[in-house]
């Protein structure tokens, strides 16, 4: 009858389970399952159960943490149960009963017990010949045991008997206690036996440790406690705050509304009896007009100081919260190393003892009491003496030389970061129980901040303080930042770890700022490390800025801020060496700088402005460098990166040169010619060089960028690249200059408008693996350098000059040749290749007859016969032969060519200089002003506005073979210039004092030439508003008159001259 009942279930079962089909189910409700409210497609999560969620409701039923599909789970023990759970919270299956049978394990644990004091001695971990290995019982020997004991035939009352007590649960007498101390032990040994596994310990030094940790925990319950205190605090703080704002917004608001009710009661009041029904309409709508502007008012003023004050209450708590942090670590680290000691002594008590019941005597026991200290020592607790700041006795290397011996510590953690702990003292056990060494337990913290990313992390309104969203409550109210954080986390790790404050050269920082105490300040952490003091910055390990370069436009979208920020972890920012440190960070406390010489304020601001990337690969400055670099009279300087021999091939650089003047950082030319076109970029060996010549007088930002290059950069092996274009990779910021330019002797010309970057054979060997086996140069009377001696890889200035011959040496990728040129390249496998060349105001097009290429085998010959004397670039670009057409060839070098002599020159025709398209205003400099060297002090904008004085002064520094004149006119256009008195002074200031007669608009117009010039065009323009003893209605009607200045067109004499 039992077996019709079951075949007549799973034919039910079956049935029903092909009836579903054709069922709806339970989502098309689209209702969600948490809130009961309609879920549309754009919010929903699911199905999941045959339910939907919300996108905000789909979070662990019992803590409120936000899910994913990827990270929610379900109730293993119910089935019929629908909501979500975090892993902490998810409902866990049983453990098995036990009942009396199991009470049979007791003879094999006596013999367990007896084999113990024998194997004391041997290695667990080594199998020697001739030693017994310790037997090994665990829940399966119950179910052994009651297997073999049972007899063979029962009665039914015996077997339902027996099926009542599993069910009923164990039921241990006072002999099954024998089983509790094995078992606890097999559950500690299990424990142990995980990827990171290094140290078994037996179960007293186990219970010890534990007792350390509950007293942890004890520590941490008591400063939750704090923390909830002064969380509140902070919250009415707040409430306070906005009610006291609120407060007073709503009394100016009242005083305004008054205000405005008077004055029209006053203006319309007698008149309101006689006016018409449509007048005080528009009389009635004036007034409603005026109130929602005074609104506005109130509330843009309302968000101003609300934004304000909710950053001074910020910084405050922040400062009380680390105050906090602080005395709690240091409490922690106290309390628990008074701890260990007592532990220690009360564990070196139990092995004596242990040892008298055992053998009558106390010899030999001394290794085994070292043994146990010694493991009691893994328990995370800082030495009681901490070392004074001092620099580190060996550099980072010297820890460690490769991240990737950190890799089991980093999967872990990560492993770790996936999930929610409800405590610090789980989170840290987690992540350092089986850690040994303050490296490794640093190491930890380290990457769990790194990979957490607290910032982006969701909380409700309303967090319960013992949840895990609740550890990490700080970072939602702001109260909490990163370094705190970890400083938090070390104490419970048993680490000396100490806040410093001081300033950093982070974004908006440019070289050559001064920084103000109120500008770039910043936090970091120094943690002791094996007696050493060493800097670590969290925030900056798990955060890099990228900014999207993409041009702006008006049918662009706005890109998101996710658009504009990535993130990737950072090395260098763990345990950093002081020296590369200060590069980026300047502690105010001195000591803390962990310098031998600690260094001035002053005296960071001008050091080279670099980031991580240049220590990260190794690279260092031929010399001493300073954040400004001032040019020579020519214009000139140099940058020289050295790099490690092993990145000399893996390492691409490049660079971007602009305006330093706020008001030209869009421009990115002169007079029509790129910037970049005035730096020379090539390499030498290991030594990557930028020779820069300035085009005209002025400031400037030189960024240089690197990067590793990978394999899919390269066109070298057949296999691995074929029939591909070398992909495009992203650049970091290396390091960042100013360059000043003084005084300017000669004019700049632009080097020939080829591919931007490097010059020479390097980057062809690097990406194409092609190798250089000839370039035919001139033939000279004069000795010259071998192009593989030591003078000949010098490189002095690659501008235009005058008198002796241009520098010449192949290996940087300048030739000086008469009437043509020769050149032939090593390929490693078959490429296509063209050869361009280029010269500055000739059409390219033009130049293609004069140069050739042809491929032999694996050689490529590039032979060209120049037309005339100059300056050239050649451009080769290359790509797989077996590439189609559609493939985008790839450029792999370019060489600049002085051609000193023609036999037989050819006219070319020649193309003006594309000038450039921005459009100058008529108030500022205008066209010849940056040519010839003049520079406006004082003031720097050119827009002057007098209300309490009407007298003022212009400052400009002039060269000595520049002749000035000026202009002084008064709106719409009266000559005043005799308000105008022109001073020179020493070193070439030119003062303009001027007095102005009366209100209005006046221009002062600069004209200036060089003394052997003819014309004197307009170079700048000043226009100076008087508003002196000027009432406001006579303002108001200046402004609606509008500045005819703009129509009269003063400029007609001047572009007549």
Known sequence: MAVVTAEAQAVERGYQRLSSLFRPTLTEGNSCHRCKVQVYHAEKVGPVHDVVFHKNCFKCSVCGQFLTIKNYFSNPTNASDREVYCGTHVPRIGGSHMDQGAMGIRNAIASQNAYTKMSKKLNSEVRLAGTLRKPNYNYEAVAIKRATTVPKKQDHVAERTTAAAIHKGADISSDALYIKGPIEAQLMRQGYQRKLDKHHYPPNIYKKRKKLIEEQRRLEAEYKREEDRLLDEFQNERKQEVRRLSAELQHEWEIKLKELTEKFDKEFGPKKKKMKENEKK????????????????????????????????????????????????????????????????????EIVAENKMENGTTNGETEEIEEALEALEIIPVAPAEIPSPHPPSCRKKDLYVDPSQFNDIDEQTIKVAENEQPTYTDLVQQLTENLVTDLEKVRAIYRWITVKDLNVMEFEEIIETDTPMGLLRGIKYGTETYHVLFMRLCSYAGLHCEEIKGHSKSVGYEPGMKIKPEQFQNTWNAVLVDGDWRPVQCNWGARH????????????????????????????????DPDEFIQEFWASDPKWQLLENPITLEQFEALPFVRSIFFHYGMRFDKSMRAVLETSEKGGTEVKIKIPEEHENDLVYYYQMRYADKEKRLEATYKGANLERFVFQTMLDNTVMFSIHVPAVGEYFFEVFANKIEDSNRLINAEETAGGSISPFRLK??????????????????????????????????????????????????????????????LSDSGSSTGDDPPDNPKAGILNVEDSLDIKLKMPRPLQVVAKLKMNNVDTKTLDTFISTNIEKDLIHITGTLPQTGQYGLDIYGRPKEAGESTTLSHAMKYLINCLKVTNPVELPKNAEKQNSVKKEKWGAQQNFESLGIKAVNPKDPKITLTEVNTCTVEIIVPDDVILSHQFLREPDTDVKDRVAMLPEKNGTIKFHIDVPKTGNYMLSLFGRRKDDDEMPNIYNYLIVCKKGETNSTQQKEERRGSSIFKKGFFKKSEKK
């Not at 008006?554 to 950093?576: A, G, N, V």
């Not at 092609?770 to 192009?787: E, I």
């Open 282 to 349: 528009q009389m009635t709508i004036h007034f409603e007009n005026k109130k929602k502007e005074i609104e506005v008012i109130i509330q843009e003023k309302k968000k101003k100081k609300k934004e304000s004050m909710t950053l001074r209450l910020k910084e405050k708590e922040q400062k009380k919260t680390a105050t906090m942090v602080a005395r709690q670590s240091r409490e922690m680290l106290e309390v628990l190393a008074q701890k260990q000691e007592e532990l220690k002594e009360e564990l070196k008590q």
């Open 545 to 576: 800025l990228v900014l999207n370069k993409d041009k702006k436009g008006k049918d662009r979208p706005k890109p998101k801020s996710k658009d504009q920020i990535r993130y990737q972890y950072d090395e260098h920012y763990f345990l950093t």
């Open 733 to 794: 910021c290396t390091c960042k200059f100013k360059v000043v330019c003084n005084s300017l002797n000669g004019k700049m010309y632009p080097l020939p408008d080829c591919a931007s970057g490097e010059w020479g054979p390097k980057k062809a060997y690097r990406h194409f693996g092609l190798q250089v086996l000839q370039t035919r140069q001139r033939k000279s009377s004069k000795s010259r350098s071998s192009p593989d001696s030591a003078e000949g890889d010098k």
